[in-house]
């Protein structure tokens, strides 16, 4: 499996950036997708998930305002950023979790400025 995130950009405090996550390869073996980020000098954090039987988690600070989903006709995930905070400056990364293991895309980045 290889994943292709893309969406990041930058955007005003209260604004809001959709990510996208293509997945290519064995689709098939994808069981959970997600999202993580990395702010500068910070280790990275999960962020959200989503199983295949459509269950979604969110961390705290994602709660109400972010909203992960999937496509499985175009085996893409997204994640949909609303009320976006100059704290949700990162780099995001998508992820997958496979029969074969754990998959991770390249970053995008997200500068949410004040």
């Known amino acids: 499996v290889q994943l292709q995130a893309s969406g990041g950009g930058l955007v005003q405090a209260g604004g809001s950036l959709r990510l996208s996550c293509a997945a290519s390869?064995?689709?098939?073996?994808?069981?959970?997708m997600g999202w993580y980020r990395q702010a500068p000098g910070k280790q990275r954090e999960w962020v959200a998930v989503?199983?295949?039987?459509?269950?979604?988690n969110y961390a705290v600070f994602a709660k109400g305002r972010f909203t992960i989903s999937r496509d499985i006709a175009k085996n893409t995930a997204y994640l949909q950023m609303n009320s976006l905070k100059p704290e949700d400056t990162a780099v995001y990364y998508c992820?997958?979790?496979?029969?074969?293991?754990?998959?991770w895309g390249q970053g995008t980045q997200v500068t949410v400025s004040s």
């Open positions: 992820n997958a979790i496979t029969s074969r293991g754990s998959v």
């Open positions: 390869g064995s689709i098939g073996n994808i069981n959970v």
């Open positions: 989503i199983m295949n039987d459509g269950t979604r």
